[in-house]
Nanobody, 124 residues
Framework: QVQLVESGGGLVQAGGSLTLSCAAS????????MGWFRQTPGKEREFVAA????????YYGDSMKGRFTISRDNAKNTVYLQMNSLKPEDTAVYYC?????????????????WGQGTQVTVST
């Protein structure tokens, strides 16, 4: 079955950096659009970033532009999220997700598969 496994979360000071990874299995990775979302308690899951199959196009949430970078390695079935200049408001559980049908990358309903999430905590 399809599995998406995130790693790389942790505790970091404001202004610091973290790189999240998401390893995919059980699917033809290069056929899938990949995305990252995040969620804090009591809030909706928020779009963070997405990347198309060929890695030619990337998309970001407004508050992530210029600080976060999404990339993928189709040979390793892995998508990455490089996060720089982290702020306390970036604290959340970060989820990796995948879909392969024509749809909007920005909405969670487009995504067919989800990882279990990894906690990112940014301290002041």
């Amino acid at each position: 079955q399809v599995q998406l496994v995130e790693s790389g979360g942790g505790l970091v000071q404001a202004g610091g950096s973290l790189t999240l990874s998401c390893a995919a299995s059980g699917l033809t990775f290069s056929n899938y659009f990949m995305g990252w979302f995040r969620q804090t308690p009591g809030k909706e899951r928020e779009f963070v970033a997405a990347i198309l199959r060929s890695a030619g196009s990337t998309y970001y949430g407004d508050s992530m532009k210029g600080r976060f970078t999404i990339s993928r390695d189709n040979a390793k079935n892995t998508v990455y999220l490089q996060m720089n200049s982290l702020k306390p408001e970036d604290t959340a559980v970060y989820y990796c997700a995948a879909f392969n049908k024509p749809s909007s990358v920005y909405i969670r309903e487009s995504y067919d598969y989800w990882g279990q999430g990894t906690q990112v905590t940014v301290s002041t």
